[in-house]
């Protein structure tokens, strides 16, 4: 995890806190994306999915923050065709970097000795068969509104990682957690891990004359899980009968600074999950451990345009050189939409 640019790429909704690359309010936040609105809100609205290019390099060189690529047979490209989402899972725990892990499945793969969307030095048989991304009938290379330029970087090139000791997490609710530890005030439990996922599977669409489905669709409805591993420190007076009509939500922060030997205290990545219940609550005593308890919350997503429920993402990356922004949803279908500026007419 750097600064949110990656999950932008892979097609969530991250608004940015780069003011100099934010557009005019109150249209967008950042690169293309909508403020208030779920991570979420493009993946859901999505029947084509996105065309992924990988660029491999030599032996010895590193692509990463490279700036001018060489010629342009130096390099290998696999590309991955109409590529969807079907999972998304962060964690972050007590002495390790904090990752991101994404599974994506794809209609097809096409491998190239050379970059992809290039076209000095092409012949037209290498380059005519275009993008690995397959229309809606079932055509491959056909899809002009693929995106077919390279990206040189994986990220930006500023940020190695975000370290474990400049994170910060908040629990945020109406009342007292209704489990049995106590999760605030001096005697709260010590959070050791966090970890978020979103499984987003999907159900491929076939009708007659194509060898392709024609769609992916989320499987609905869609559970954001999240799992609190912590060291006890108190108990609360609780009773669990008493607590089973108990329908309180909670919100949960998880936000990632930039270290304290640099610009201590800003923002490069924050995830809020909004409205999560109870599903269950482990507490583990031996002989010779710690006290220790395992929370797992859910929160059920509404749809694209929920505003209140499921996973908000907001990062701190720059506005990316290749494209003014990238198209998200239904709009991928605009072939317009991959160019010109971010307008009142033209907001995302």
């Known amino acids: 995890l750097t600064d949110g640019g990656n999950e932008r790429k892979f097609g969530f909704n991250v608004p940015t806190t780069s003011i100099t690359n934010r557009a005019a309010a109150p249209y967008n936040s950042g690169d293309g994306c ?8 493009g993946v859901l609205n999505d029947p084509q999915g996105n065309n992924f290019f990988i660029t491999v390099v030599p032996d010895g060189e590193d692509v990463q923050g490279t700036t001018n690529i060489g010629g342009i047979t130096d390099y290998d490209v696999v590309a991955i065709g109409n590529g969807f989402i079907s999972d998304y899972t962060v964690e972050a725990a007590v002495g390790s970097i904090p990752t991101a892990s994404v599974t994506v499945e794809a209609f097809n793969i096409k491998i190239d000795d050379q970059l992809s969307g290039h076209g000095t030095g092409v012949s037209a048989g290498e380059h005519d068969a275009g993008v690995p991304g397959v229309d809606l009938d079932g055509n491959s290379g056909t899809n002009h509104y693929a995106f077919q330029s390279p990206m040189n970087t994986t990220g930006s090139s500023d940020i190695a990682a975000l370290r474990p000791g400049d994170l910060e997490f908040r629990m945020i ?38 060898t392709f489905g024609y769609a992916r669709v989320v499987d609905l409805p869609v559970d954001i899980n999240v799992t609190i591993s912590a060291v006890v420190s108190e108990f609360q007076k609780k009773n669990l009968f008493v607590e089973l009509c108990n329908a309180q939500t909670f919100d949960f922060d998880l936000i990632m600074k930039d270290s304290a030997c640099t610009t201590a205290g800003n923002t490069k ?31 059920q997503i509404g749809g694209a345009n929920d505003q209140n429920n499921g996973v908000f993402m907001t990062g701190s990356y720059p506005l990316f050189r290749v494209l003014p922004f990238y198209p998200q949803g239904a709009r991928k279908a605009v072939d317009g939409a991959y160019s010109g500026p971010i307008t009142a007419t033209n907001p995302y």
């Open 173 to 210: 609710n109406s009342g007292e957690y209704i489990g049995l530890v106590d999760m605030s005030g001096d005697g709260s439990a010590h959070i050791q891990s966090f970890t978020l996922n979103v499984p987003l599977s999907r159900t491929i669409l076939q009708r007659l004359g194509s």
């Open 34 to 41: 909508i403020s208030g609105y779920s991570a979420l809100s």
């Open 269 to 299: 990545l924050a995830y809020t999950v909004k409205n999560a219940r109870l599903e269950s609550e482990t507490y583990t005593n031996a002989i010779g451990d710690n006290e220790s308890v395992d929370m797992t919350f859910t929160s």
